[in-house]
Each structure stands twice: as C-alpha cells, then as structure tokens.
C-alpha cells in the first residue's frame, strides 16, 4: 500500500521508516527565508562547507545529493565501470544493487540474514584477485531491511584491507546506531579509500525534501558531480537542511526509538514471530502467519507495513517502522493483535 493522497488522515504509515515530525525549529527559519532561494538556482556551497566542517574534511570532499538515492545513482554512473565487481552483504537495500547492474557491473552477494557479519567470506572475496582489481565492497550500516550493524573493528579491518580499492559505507542509519555517529564518519572520511553516503531523510525528519550528501576523495565526489545535472536539490531543501545540520539529529526521537525497538521485539517475540536484533528505527520480523496476508490484515485496519511480496529470501518477512511515538504505538499493538488472531483463523 503506497502513500497517496485519498488515504484516510489517520493512516499509521510504518513502511517507510521516515524520521520524526518537523521540530519547531526547523517551522520558524522557514519564515525567514525569503523569495530569492525559490526565485534563483540554488547553490549546494554553503551545505557542502557545512558538511565538511561536520567530518572535518575539505569542502572538496562532499557532495551533497537529491537524497542517498541520487548518491548511489551518481556513484553507479561515475566510479563503476562495466565488468567492475561490486561485493555486498545481502540482503540489503535494493537500489545499490540495480544502480550497479545499470552500469554493467558484476554484482555479488554474500548472505547475512541472521547472526553475525560474514566477515571472513568478505576478506577472502576481497583478496581473490585473479579475476582483477578486488571489488567496490560496500556495506550498509545499519543494514536495510535487517538492521544488522557491521561491527567497527570488522568494518575498519575490511578498510583496511581494501588498499587503495574503493568502499562505500551508507550511514543513512548511522544516527540511530551510535552514540556519535558524527565521529565515526568523520574517522570513515579521514581515510583516502572510502566513498559515504548519508541523508537527512531519517534522523533529521526530511524525507520528504530528498537531501542527502556523499563524502569521498576529491577526485571520485568531482566525478560523482559531473554524472548528473547540475540542481539535482530545490533551494527552500537547501535552506532547511542547512538547519537542521545545525541542530543536529532529533535525540528525543532516537531515545524513544531505541525503546520502541526494544518493546517491539518482546511483543512480536510473545506472539511466535521471529524478529532480528535491529540498530536502525524499524525491526525486521518472520510473523507466525502467512506475511502479505498479514500485512493486507494490518492495511485494512489502517496500518501500513512494509511486505516483500515475490523476493524468495523475505517473503516471509515483515519491516515495521517504529513509529516513535507512544500513542501510536500503542495503536500499532492493538491493531497487530487482531490482525494476527484474524489471519490465523
């Protein structure tokens, strides 16, 4: 069930894995701007700068970007090149692997579901090179769907082991995992073979404003920039994630996620699901029942959950975005309590 504009206004929308309401803050710089950032072609400079500052490189390092999407889109079309190995943990979000195929790579992927990273396969991957250079790796961190996290020392040992190959790091959950993710990318983007992307379409509650950002070696982000047109973000966007650099990820919200997590785990748990340990704002579950017949259940009565109809691995799997906030999932509880009793008649 996709968002539309007919939906009842009390549709729960927990598919997406959108951050939190827009904070006051971010409401009142809107009346300060004026009509030059809609009259004018916008300019990324400023955001850029800022987010240099934020990972303590050079402005020449960044590049911000239409969302994450536009960064893969961009990465896919300016670094890959046809024949080009690109190895990924799997399974993962969906678009890095058809950005790649797009540019005529070969995608490979190694399982991780459940339990921990497949860091040894990684490592031999890498290091088999008689087929060539060893492959783009990138990882996702917290994964999408699972909310898995890589560990550090696994993720700095793979860094490391790259040399000079290139490995992409999507931190788009980054704030919901650490306690600094500001520090961990700024150690991520010190080192000269590493490309991340990030947005602030999920802690900082913009997703509807399609910003996101790359940062990488100045030779690969002036690349990335020259795959694609030249305003990829509206100025008002620029204006507003500018502000909310500023103010930094919503801590209240990532608080009360953390305990959503955990409060969604236990209760699918009681009920016979199996849900996976998750570091992100949403829990990645295997319900007692039929999944689509259960997420159609959950759609009727308002609840919007995101199902995997025709993908043979999660198929059987469910992705619930916490809803961040008490009142709703409260609702969210009632409503998977029918659901479930009535799919299983």
Same mark, same amino acid.
């Given at each position: 069930?996709?968002?539309?504009?007919?939906?009842?206004?009390?549709?729960?929308?927990?598919?997406?894995?959108?951050?939190?309401?827009?904070?006051?803050?971010?409401?009142?710089?809107?009346?300060?701007?004026?009509?030059?950032?809609?009259?004018?072609?916008?300019?990324?400079?400023?955001?850029?700068?800022?987010?240099?500052?934020?990972?303590?490189?050079?402005?020449?390092?960044?590049?911000?970007?239409?969302?994450?999407?536009?960064?893969?889109?961009?990465?896919?079309?300016?670094?890959?090149?046809?024949?080009?190995?690109?190895?990924?943990?799997?399974?993962?979000?969906?678009?890095?692997?058809?950005?790649?195929?797009?540019?005529?790579?070969?995608?490979?992927?190694?399982?991780?579901?459940?339990?921990?990273?497949?860091?040894?396969?990684?490592?031999?991957?890498?290091?088999?090179?008689?087929?060539?250079?060893?492959?783009?790796?990138?990882?996702?961190?917290?994964?999408?769907?699972?909310?898995?996290?890589?560990?550090?020392?696994?993720?700095?040992?793979?860094?490391?082991?790259?040399?000079?190959?290139?490995?992409?790091?999507?931190?788009?959950?980054?704030?919901?995992?650490?306690?600094?993710?500001?520090?961990?990318?700024?150690?991520?983007?010190?080192?000269?073979?590493?490309?991340?992307?990030?947005?602030?379409?999920?802690?900082?509650?913009?997703?509807?404003?399609?910003?996101?950002?790359?940062?990488?070696?100045?030779?690969?982000?002036?690349?990335?920039? $020259?795959?694609?047109?030249?305003?990829?973000?509206?100025? !008002? *966007? =620029?204006? #507003? %994630?500018? @502000? /909310?650099?500023?103010?930094?990820?919503?801590?209240?919200?990532?608080?009360?996620?953390?305990?959503?997590?955990?409060?969604?785990?236990?209760?699918?748990?009681?009920?016979?699901?199996?849900?996976?340990?998750?570091?992100?704002?949403?829990?990645?579950?295997?319900?007692?029942?039929?999944?689509?017949?259960?997420?159609?259940?959950?759609?009727?009565?308002?609840?919007?959950?995101?199902?995997?109809?025709?993908?043979?691995?999660?198929?059987?799997?469910?992705?619930?975005?916490?809803?961040?906030? $008490?009142?709703?999932?409260?609702?969210?509880?009632?409503? !998977? *309590? =029918?659901? #479930? %009793?009535? @799919? /299983?008649?």
């Amino acid at each position: 069930m996709a968002a539309t504009t007919d939906a009842p206004a009390d549709t729960l929308w927990l598919d997406k894995n959108e951050g939190p309401p827009l904070r006051p803050e971010l409401l009142r710089s809107l009346r300060r701007l004026d009509g030059e950032c809609l009259r004018r072609y916008p300019s990324r400079a400023r955001l850029q700068v800022a987010l240099a500052r934020h990972f303590r490189v050079d402005p020449a390092c960044v590049l911000v970007t239409a969302g994450a999407d536009d960064g893969f889109l961009r990465w896919s079309r300016a670094v890959l090149a046809p024949g080009q190995g690109v190895l990924l943990h799997e399974p993962t979000f969906g678009l890095i692997r058809t950005t790649a195929q797009a540019a005529g790579a070969r995608v490979e992927g190694l399982p991780w579901l459940a339990g921990t990273f497949p860091a040894a396969a990684f490592a031999e991957r890498m290091a088999k090179t008689h087929r060539g250079p060893a492959p783009f790796v990138l990882l996702v961190r917290p994964n999408n769907p699972t909310g898995r996290c890589v560990e550090l020392r696994t993720m700095r040992d793979l860094v490391e082991r790259a040399g000079g190959q290139l490995v992409g790091v999507d931190l788009a959950y980054g704030e919901y995992a650490e306690p600094d993710a500001q520090e961990l990318g700024s150690e991520l983007a010190a080192r000269d073979n590493t490309l991340l992307f990030g947005t602030f379409s999920k802690a900082h509650g913009l997703a509807g404003l399609r910003v996101g950002y790359a940062v990488g070696p100045p030779e690969v982000v002036r690349a990335m920039e $020259a795959a694609a047109g030249p305003y990829p973000v509206a100025g !008002l *966007a =620029l204006e #507003l %994630a500018q @502000v /909310a650099l500023e103010l930094g990820p919503d801590k209240a919200h990532i608080e009360q996620v953390a305990k959503e997590r955990e409060s969604l785990a236990a209760l699918l748990s009681g009920l016979g699901a199996q849900t996976l340990p998750s570091f992100a704002n949403f829990v990645l579950t295997r319900p007692p029942v039929d999944a689509i017949e259960l997420q159609r259940a959950l759609a009727a009565r308002g609840v919007v959950v995101r199902g995997f109809a025709g993908d043979a691995l999660l198929a059987p799997w469910l992705r619930i975005t916490c809803p961040g906030n $008490a009142e709703h999932l409260v609702r969210f509880e009632r409503c !998977l *309590a =029918l659901s #479930l %009793a009535e @799919v /299983a008649q």
